[in-house]
């Protein structure tokens, strides 16, 4: 079974459907037009007198037409026997015209026009040339010299029809070439790059996941040193594997496929990634048809991946797939019954009680069309999506949208812009938490061939500059609306320093709720949490054998995204170990417990709840502000209040002792409101 990245990446399934040699020439003319420049040779004894180099010339032909019908890899191949015999006779309108069409179908889609231009020039009536020359220009981005050859074609066939289909299409690409144009005239800020051969390669590099930090980089291709080696039959080229590399002080390392399981003999595309960056979304076709599968990693060693069950796999192609920031919900792409056209975006929830995806929802005719979308993205912020579409207001094969959730609905979607979006297909857009760099692949004339991995830096002002040549500069505006906190580091045994596997809890202060749960990694100890800024939440580390730890997480809306690297020790329940419950707090110079102490107090809880023979002080304390009686009495009503809601929830009263210490034992020095902030505090102390 091919997989259905071959049927989006191969240019010959997308805004090319691989064109027939034998349907361009045995077509009955469809228009014609004078004044051919250069007189067509056909190859025969009448026009060369080399007899040898003449058979060997049409034999290269021969071998070239039969290797072209094979498709696949196999259009480079045949264009470098019709590069031989051009080398015996560039003047031939049919040749021409056959290079062109590898091209056309081949690693370098721009590289077409020339060949259609020559011959045409050579011979003015061959069937459909005014719509392939449209197509060269259109792929070059000379978008004014497309509408006109395709209103050449359109003219023809409206007095008689085409009987395939893709001829019919002038409208609809007049229609793109004069959303390029307009987009193009006003490109938006920001660079874009290809990311070179140190990541790309002369074959398909696509479906780019980066980890949220923007520190690991995963991606697909068909290289020759795929796992099993192995040649899939129905496109000539090797089956797909899953490569990986890291960012270095050099740059980025060397790509090499992952290791079996994520890898097998068939093909494995990356398709989703977790923003926790250890949980990785995989396609695999070895049913017949592609479906979706997770695999974790701990450490460097990626687990078996395991399907996503049956609400998210069907009998239909599911093809791509993004977690939402708290996973809760899964956003994927399948063409089953019941969309809107071909691929559309569908949502799934996560049933926590009954541990399944549920049931599959459209996202409606807001985000999908008639045409296919694919290329999901949900950035960090929660309410963001990126996705790539034909059917919306493109320039030319996939473009990149964006739309936003609020309010219960998505917005319209927007398209990205130039140059991001180019005439050719742009797909798998993902973007790293702080929102400055962007990531996707697409086929360019810059380009190594087929599709190349590209990257977008985006920029704080907006600045009037030139777009460079060959779609590869320009300018995007950096959402300013984009807000994100990214927390990353490791968590350790306090006493020993090793790695620990941990839970991280995220609840909003607001109301107690729990927003996201993550887990540091078993081996490394690492953690990465990317989540929504502008609000107040309560971070909570535990482990088993361990006191919880809290930290305090508050961005405001007006922030920009914020980054935050904490190494975080846990202290085990042993005696007279002790930490900081950074989130609970009391209304100002009194005893009474907010509200948004609900979160660290209900964590605190389970700690009793499930560590029954631990007995805890509860310390208060305060800044050095007032006079040391007033404190005394302060701190220790407030430590009172601690401990009396954990009894009214049923904790035993002899498991905790409440203690006030006053303005005794400074954590810093009281010589600033931010300072006096962190001193007025409770501890848990274990007795």
């Not at 697909?220 to 795929?226: A, F, K, Y």
């Not at 049913?287 to 701990?298: A, C, H, N, P």
Request: proline residues 5%; glycine residues 8%; hydrophobic residues 35%.
């Amino acid at each position: 079974m091919n997989s259905p990245f071959a049927k989006n990446i191969a240019l010959a399934m997308r805004l090319r459907p691989i064109i027939s040699l034998s349907v361009l020439l045995s077509t009955p003319l469809l228009f014609s037009q004078s004044g051919a420049a250069r007189v067509n040779k056909p190859f025969d004894k009448e026009h060369f007198a080399d007899g040898d180099g003449l058979k060997e010339a049409l034999s290269a032909i021969k071998q070239g037409d039969k290797l072209f019908q094979d498709g696949g890899t196999h259009f480079t191949e045949a264009l470098e026997l019709f590069e031989k015999a051009c080398a015996f006779n560039p003047d031939n309108a049919d040749l021409n015209l056959k290079m062109g069409l590898c091209h056309l179908n081949g690693r370098f889609h721009h590289k077409a026009l020339p060949y259609f231009q020559a011959a045409y020039g050579l011979k003015n009536d061959i069937p459909r040339i005014h719509f392939l020359m449209a197509m060269g220009y259109h792929l070059n981005a000379e978008w004014d010299k497309a509408i006109a050859e395709y209103s050449v074609h359109k003219t023809a066939v409206s007095r008689v029809p085409d009987p395939e289909p893709l001829y019919n299409s002038a409208d609809r690409r007049i229609a793109e070439c004069q959303h390029g144009k307009g987009l193009q005239a006003k490109p938006v800020n920001g660079q874009v790059s290809n990311m070179g051969p140190a990541i790309n390669s002369e074959v398909a590099d696509y479906g780019v996941l980066i980890t949220a930090d923007g520190e690991r980089m995963m991606f697909t291709s068909r290289r020759s040193n795929s796992t099993g080696g192995k040649i899939n039959k129905a496109t000539n080229e090797y089956f797909e594997d899953i490569y990986g590399c890291t960012r270095s002080e050099h740059g980025w390392t060397e790509p090499l496929p992952l290791p079996v399981p994520v890898n097998s003999t068939i093909n494995d595309a990356s398709v989703g990634l977790f923003n926790d960056g250890r949980t990785m979304i995989i396609y695999r076709d070895d049913s017949g048809t592609g479906d979706l599968y997770e695999s974790k990693r701990e450490g460097e060693t990626w687990s078996e991946p395991v399907s996503m069950g049956e609400n998210i796999n069907s009998p239909a192609n599911e093809t791509s797939a993004w977690f939402s920031f708290d996973r809760k919900q899964l956003y994927f792409v399948s063409d089953r019954e019941g969309g809107l056209g071909g691929q559309d975006i569908w949502m799934s929830r996560w049933d926590g009680v009954a541990n399944v995806w549920g049931e599959a929802e459209n996202l409606g005719p807001r985000i999908n069309t008639f045409e296919d979308e694919d290329g999901v993205f949900i950035h960090p912020d929660g309410t963001t999506l990126y996705f790539s579409s034909k059917g919306h207001s493109c320039m030319g094969g996939y473009d990149v949208f964006k739309s936003s959730f609020a309010d219960g609905k998505w917005s319209s979607a927007t398209n990205l812009g130039w140059p991001v979006n180019s005439p050719d297909d742009d797909l798998f857009f993902v973007l790293t938490a702080n929102g400055t760099t962007g990531y996707f692949s697409s086929v360019r004339p810059n380009g190594l061939g087929e599709d190349d991995i590209y990257r977008v830096d985006f920029l704080p002002e907006a600045k009037a500059e030139e777009t460079a040549s060959m779609f590869g500069g320009g300018t995007i505006s950096r959402n300013a609306g984009m807000k994100t906190v990214l927390l990353k580091g490791k968590i350790m045994d306090y006493k020993e320093l090793a790695a620990l596997e941990a839970t991280i809890e995220l609840m909003d202060l607001s109301d107690a709720r729990l927003v996201a749960t993550f887990t540091s990694d078993p081996t490394t100890g690492e953690y990465l949490v990317a989540v929504p800024g502008g609000r107040q939440y309560a971070m909570i580390v535990r482990a088993g054998g361990y006191l919880l730890h809290s930290e305090n997480i508050a961005i405001p809306l007006e922030s920009s995204a914020l980054e935050m690297n904490m190494e975080i020790k846990l202290q085990p329940i042993e005696v007279d170990h002790k930490e900081v419950m950074r989130n609970i707090f009391f209304e100002r110079d009194k005893a009474i417990l907010n509200p948004s102490s609900l979160a660290e107090l209900g964590q605190l809880l389970d700690l009793l709840r499930e560590n029954p023979s631990l007995r805890l002080e509860i310390g208060g304390y305060t800044d050095s502000d007032g006079n040391d009686d007033h404190n005394d009495q302060l701190s220790t009503e407030r430590a009172y209040a601690v401990v009396s809601h954990l009894v009214n929830n049923g904790i035993p009263s002899d498991r905790l002792v409440a203690v006030g210490y006053g303005s005794a034992n400074p954590l810093v020095p009281n010589d600033s409101d931010e300072n006096k902030a962190k001193n007025r505090r409770t501890e848990m102390r274990v007795l």
